[in-house]
């Protein structure tokens, strides 16, 4: 939600922020904005503009200076418009903001300056805030550290003075900032996406920590004034692997990426055959039962980790929303294990409700994308997915590559307490091994998919029925269809459609059924046939063989191991459903990459 960036050095600082925002975008697309410092005007110029990073770019053409912050925004306090967006100016104080300033009401009232501001963000509060500290010539740290005892809420804030002309200032509580420098300059981002390129190594901003940053690089302190040791992260990720190539969207590259990214999960924690995690073997020993706690796409990763490890370990697993985690009164103690599943490693409620668990004395394991981020940093234990930066909204291969990572868990404890044998760990994971190849074969088979696709262009409702592990597949199917074809979809276990739903069913609706549950595969040919005798038009995806009228058929792995090639056949159908729309698949409306505010 919002991305924030700075650069201050020896180059132009404007290009770099709109490049820089351009790769931060998928954090926010409802406006725009950057603040350079103009030595020659000895002021600070504002460019911003609702709308996509390409607006800005032709408002903020011949804007020169060597220093500068820049926003891509995501809407929270205030709509979405020119005057709403960042960098807000007060008095002698420019800022950008990634967060949500909870108490910036009575701020605003204390201050006394309702009639001086002009947006309607939380954001020019906290600028008014620092200006209210600050007096020209005076230590903007000090100014800065009082504002932000103040402050209640997450925050992220890129700073600069009126009088400073070569120094940002930043600081952050909960939401991210990222911090490299070459010899052209030091960065501050809201991840590294957007400033990889300029180093192989980062360091992520201590909490509550201030940074003056000028082009020698970082001078971090607390609130005390001790200077505050910093770790630096080496970036394995190959940021120029992050463009979109020949692909049309990111969402298309990053579902062929899923092959090499589940095998890269093989590669990085299989051993001899058997799970290998860099971790002790008594997280996975010492405890009676797992919540899994996550939002969306991962916490649909983590209903099929709780269909393998309650199958193979007969453990029982609580799978949990983390926004009602907290609120849900949750059964949480020391022989509880929290796993937390995040592609970027920053939601918010996933991040609360795993400190909420911990406090309660739950063991921790973090299952994370994003090297270093606050879910990971935060968890006792982390399992990284290693998928590469994921840039479109969808998630397709954090997905996938969450759930091998599920499956190996589910091995590791069945192994470890002693339920399979190691000859049975080693045909599990040899069946795993399968996978990738899997992949491949559904990916190299995308236009079956695409041609089945056109049935669904004009659709307003769809609905998926599946049994077994194909319904928590089918519930990301479905969410994938309506974040980026705006089709409403639902996802039903088969034999619930007939208690209320099926009313629903009429030939203007089609239906998609999952078939990769062997024993279950005649009941749910029936529940088609049910649908089928009120119209509706079925698309049948399948286990190769375990069905008749197949209309794609997955290729032959034992039973729950097609889920992952199932899934990746229903992204590729929401994928050509929406660009086949003419939708931007990559940046649905009203959606964010990262949720950063509750
Ligand atoms: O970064 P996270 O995995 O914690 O994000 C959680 C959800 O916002 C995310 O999975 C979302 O549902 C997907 N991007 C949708 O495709």
Known sequence: MCGIIGYT????????????LKSLEYRGYDSAGIAVYNSELNEVIIAKSKGRVAQLEAKANGISGNTGIGHTRWATHGNVSDTNSHPHKFGNVTLVHNGIIENYESIKNQLGVAGRLKSQTDTEVV????????????????????????????????????????????????SPIVCCKNDDGAYIASDIT????????????????????SRDGFNIYDFNGNQVDIEYIELDWDI?????KDFPFYMEKEITEQPAAIQRIINDYVKNDLPCFDINDKLF????????????????AGLIGKHLIEKLCRIPVNVCVASEYMYSMPIVNDRTLVICVSQSGETIDTLEALKYAQSN????????????????????????????????????????TQVAVFYLIAAKIAYLRGILSKDDVKDFINELKKVPSAVENVIDRREEIHRLSS????????????????????????????????????????????????????????????????????????????????????????????????????????????????????????????ADKGLDVDKPRNLAKVVTVE
Request: aromatic letters at 8%.
């Open 455 to 578: 049935s669904l262009l004009t659709a307003e409702h769809t609905f998926m029925i599946g049994r077994g592990l194909d319904y928590p597949a089918l519930l990301e199917a479905s969410l994938k269809l309506k974040e980026i074809s705006y089709i409403h979809s639902e996802a039903f276990a088969s034999g619930e459609l007939k208690h209320g739903t099926i009313a629903l069913i009429t030939s203007k609706t089609p239906v998609i059924a999952l078939i990769t549950q062997k024993a279950l595969a005649s009941k749910q040919q029936s529940n088609i046939r049910e649908v089928q005798s009120r119209g509706a038009m079925v698309i049948t995806i399948a286990t190769h063989g375990i069905s008749d009228n197949i209309d794609f058929a997955l290729p032959t792995l034992k039973d729950d191991f097609n889920i992952i090639p199932a899934v990746v056949a229903m992204q590729l159908l929401a994928y050509y459903v929406s």
């Open 127 to 174: 600028a008014a805030l620092i200006d209210n500290y600050y007096q020209i010539g005076s230590d903007p740290s000090n100014a800065i550290i009082k504002a932000i005892k103040e402050i209640k809420g997450t925050f992220a804030l890129g700073i600069l003075f009126d009088d400073i002309p070569n120094k940002i200032y930043a600081v952050r509580n909960v």
């Open 240 to 244: 120029n692997s992050s463009g979109k």
């Open 9 to 20: 050095g020896s180059l132009d600082a404007s290009g770099k922020l709109i490049k820089g």
């Open 285 to 300: 020993r010492d405890f009676d039962s797992i919540t899994v706690i996550a939002c969306g796409t991962a916490m649909h």
């Open 361 to 400: 004395g739950a063991g921790s394991l973090a299952i994370v994308n994003v090297k270093a981020s606050s879910i990971a940093m935060q968890a006792d234990n982390v399992i990284y997915t290693n998928a590469g930066p994921e840039i479109a909204v969808a998630s397709t291969k954090a997905y996938t």
């Open 194 to 213: 957007a400033i990889g390129e300029y180093s192989k190594e980062y360091f992520v901003l201590p909490e509550l920590a201030i940074a003056e940053i």
